[in-house]
């Protein structure tokens, strides 16, 4: 029977994640198929080309371009320092000759006669690419990357911000209902993964970027305190690239929201271990979640398979995603056959959740989503 589709969100104890790390351009791999690696091995590494500037020598010296490659003190390939010429005019008997200097360090990769103009391009930019994640080279992409696979904890969150960051996982909240107010955060903090409970104020986000902490995990933050933290509103493009020296991620959603009572006992059962933490987040086509992966030792525990793939089943942790009770966890106890008039009387596929305080409510399956374990 077919079903509608439902979104998942993964929180596992145990599971396999297997992370495609790929340069931006082609370039070198720097491991092995079945190699062992650690999260901040380079596994791939290339240069992006530098930055390109134009000097008109010909008008600079006043003369036709046809002329300049014969005033040229240096020549394609070669290198050249900053305010070092690169050009010089014959003068007149010798006299009152002219120059023309290199406003960058780099080289010269070409000189034309025809506009009379030379590109000089500065010095290639390294670029390197690490693990991320404790584990085995699964795969190698030519000149490309590798994937790197690992048995692992996993939380994925709803948003976040903040680039790739690895730390020790601490707890500094009692409870998934503790709100983070930056009085539980001190230099013991400097270079962990926080964990907090239902909110990150914005004074929070201060101290923990002031004691040097790498992220900040909690259920919920203000939209204002995004705001104040980033300088900007957020929009609906991908976000991860922010250089604000801190990586947010919002377990369940924006404005004071519990910790889902599992996420947090599995990140304060961690406590301790080195996490990888990304807040890249994407909600248009390809969806990207942020997440917090602990790398686990072999033979830990079962590894767990997700559910989620065959769509809604009975018993499945669910999050509902729409209001009246947005943010509410529970658990399906019926999934109807048949299509029921729902609020807008129009008709839809609804089920049946048993949320927390052991209530039931009746709501479209595409009010919810799935939370994958």
Do not use: W
Request: with cysteine; glycine share 12%.
């Amino acid at each position: 029977m077919a079903h509608a589709y439902t979104p998942g969100l993964k929180v596992t104890a145990r599971t396999v994640v297997r992370k495609e790390r790929r340069l931006p351009l082609p370039g070198e791999t720097k491991a092995e198929k079945g190699q062992r690696v650690s999260g901040d091995d380079v596994v791939a590494r290339t240069e992006l080309p530098g930055n390109v500037t134009t000097l008109n020598v010909g008008g600079l010296l006043g003369v036709p371009p046809e002329d300049v490659p014969g005033m040229m003190l240096k020549k394609a390939g070669d290198a050249v320092e900053k305010n070092e010429a690169v050009a010089r005019s014959k003068g007149l008997f010798g006299l009152f000759k002219s120059e023309v200097k290199s406003p960058i360090k780099g080289a010269v990769e070409s000189v034309s006669s025809v506009t009379g103009q030379v590109i000089l391009r500065e010095p290639p930019q390294p670029v390197q690419v690490d693990a991320y994640v404790r584990g085995r080279v699964a795969e190698v992409i030519p000149n490309e990357g590798v994937v790197v696979e690992t048995e692992a904890s996993l939380v994925q969150g709803i948003f976040g911000v903040g680039g790739e960051v690895r730390g020790e996982l601490k707890t500094v909240v009692d409870s998934a209902e503790a709100v983070l107010t930056g009085k539980e955060l001190d230099e013991s903090c400097e270079g962990k993964v926080v964990i907090g409970g239902s909110l990150i104020t914005h004074e929070a986000i201060d101290r923990a970027l002031k004691v040097g902490a790498r992220a900040v995990v909690a259920g919920g933050v203000e939209d204002s305190t995004l705001r104040k933290f980033l300088g900007y509103d957020i929009g609906v493009a991908i976000t991860g690239s922010e250089k604000k020296g801190l990586t947010l991620v919002v377990t369940e959603g924006f404005g004071r929201m519990r910790m889902a009572q599992k996420t947090f006992d599995l990140l304060k059962s961690l406590e301790g271990r080195m996490a990888s933490v990304n807040g890249a987040t994407q909600i248009r086509a390809g969806v990207i979640r942020p997440e917090v992966i602990v790398p686990q030792e072999e033979g830990d525990g079962e590894v767990m398979q997700s559910k989620a793939e065959g769509g809604l089943e009975l018993g499945m942790a669910v999050r509902i995603i729409r209001q009246p009770n947005f943010g509410q966890i529970g658990k399906v106890t019926q999934l109807p056959v048949e299509l029921q008039e729902i609020e807008s009387e129009a008709k839809a596929r609804v089920l049946e959740v048993e949320l927390e305080d052991r209530t039931r409510v009746l709501l479209p399956r595409a009010n919810v989503e799935i939370i994958e374990s």
